[in-house]
Every structure is written in C-alpha cells, then in structure tokens.
T-cell receptor
Framework: DMKVTQMPRYLIKRMGENVLLECGQDMSHETMYWYRQDPGLGLQLIYISYDVDSNSEGDIPKGYRVSRKKREHFSLILDSAKTNQTSVYFC????????????FGEGSKLTVL | QQKVQQSPESLIVPEGGMASLNCTSSDRNVDYFWWYRQHSGKSPKMLMSIFSNGEKEEGRFTVHLNKASLHTSLHIRDSQPSDSALYLCAASTNNNNAPRFGAGTKLTVKP
C-alpha cells in the first residue's frame, strides 16, 4: 500500500528521559532515513540505513542512535533527551539507495521540557 | 557536506499567477534533484524529479535543470490557493548518498 508509519505522532518528555521513535514501511525498501525538521532549517539528515544492521551517520548524529533489525522497521533512540532535541522527526524510505524518491511518514512531534 | 540553497525564502503570488522557485547545490557531484511539496502540518511529498539537463513539464508544473551551474528551478503557472505550501528542493549524488534538503520556499497564493 506504499505507506510509512511513525509512532508515536506526538510525545512530551522531560530532559534526561529516554525517547524511542519507531518507523515502519510496507514497501520492502532497502534504504531508510531519519530527518528532523526545524523552522527555517529544512530537513536535516540524522541517520541513513542501507539495510538490516547497516547504518551510517548523517549530518547531525550527535545525541541520537538507531536500530534496524528488520528491513521494514527503523528506530531512532535519544538517550537522555535534551531540550534542543525538540523538533519534528520524519522517517522516510526509498528503493535503490540515494537516487530513489523518498516516501515520508507523517512525522513525530517531540517536545522535551 | 553538500549544501542546498533555495530562494526566495517566501513568495506571495496572486491566484492565477506564475510562481518561480530556485535551488542550487554546492556539490559538483550531485546527479539527482527533486522538488517536494509540504502542506502545513503534513509530511513532504515528491512533486517532481529531474536528472538530466533541460526541462520537464507535468501539468501546471515545470522544472528546469542546468547541471553545469547545479541550478534547478520550479515554475508553477496558473497558481491555485491549494498550491500554498512549503516547497523543498533535494539533491543527491550517485553513490548511495542520502538526499540533502534546502530550507525551503514558503509559497502563498492569494485568492
């Protein structure tokens, strides 16, 4: 059905708490991504995953880690969240590496107090 | 790290008018350009892609690409209020590289 699903859609955490954002896709895409979007900054790449257990840092990986144990599922973990990690996080997937169209989830809005 | 610059930051056009958006990459290895559209509170959705020099038209939307200058532009004719959105330009290289996005152009179409 060509869908990327993100959970949760909204999340409020206190500084220092751990955060788990989850993403699933039903297209059997090899490549998945995590971006964050802040006003005026566009989408910034946090991590890219080329397949199961094949992950690479993006442009702003500090403070984040990822896990991909199944092709259809990609998690973003924030250990000890900080207030400057308040943002909207988008997961995306694509076929054939970096040259395919990205399909985005609906986003997860994280607020860290 | 590749940078993608978009201009203008914001644009207001009357309904029925023409909107022109610009995008330039700083990476000479870029091979692929996309335009994504993001309505307020929604996720980005791919609008058009262009990989070769020249022009590509789909309905009211036309994209141009000049690979020598790493510049692409999106033109929307007969703009509609439903075209009001954030337009994001993305670029990537041909080595399994993730697309990088510009900051976007916020288009407002006034009825």
């Amino acid at each position: 059905d060509m869908k990327v699903t993100q959970m949760p859609r909204y999340l409020i955490k206190r500084m220092g708490e751990n955060v788990l954002l989850e993403c699933g896709q039903d297209m059997s895409h090899e490549t998945m991504y995590w971006y964050r979007q802040d006003p005026g900054l566009g989408l910034q790449l946090i991590y890219i995953s080329y397949d199961v257990d094949s992950n690479s840092e993006g442009d702003i990986p500090k403070g984040y880690r990822v896990s991909r144990k199944k092709r259809e599922h990609f998690s973003l973990i924030l250990d000890s969240a900080k207030t400057n990690q308040t943002s909207v996080y988008f997961c995306a997937s694509s076929s054939w590496g970096g040259s395919g169209q990205l399909y985005f989830g609906e986003g997860s809005k994280l607020t860290v107090l | 790290q590749q940078k993608v610059q978009q201009s203008p930051e914001s644009l207001i056009v009357p309904e029925g008018g023409m909107a022109s958006l610009n995008c330039t990459s700083s990476d000479r290895n870029v091979d692929y350009f996309w335009w994504y559209r993001q309505h307020s509170g929604k996720s980005p959705k791919m609008l058009m892609s262009i990989f070769s020099n020249g022009e590509k038209e789909e309905g009211r939307f036309t994209v141009h690409l000049n690979k020598a200058s790493l510049h692409t532009s999106l033109h929307i004719r007969d703009s509609q209020p439903s075209d009001s959105a954030l337009y994001l330009c993305a670029a990537s290289t041909n080595n399994n590289n993730a697309p990088r996005f510009g900051a976007g152009t916020k288009l407002t179409v006034k009825p």
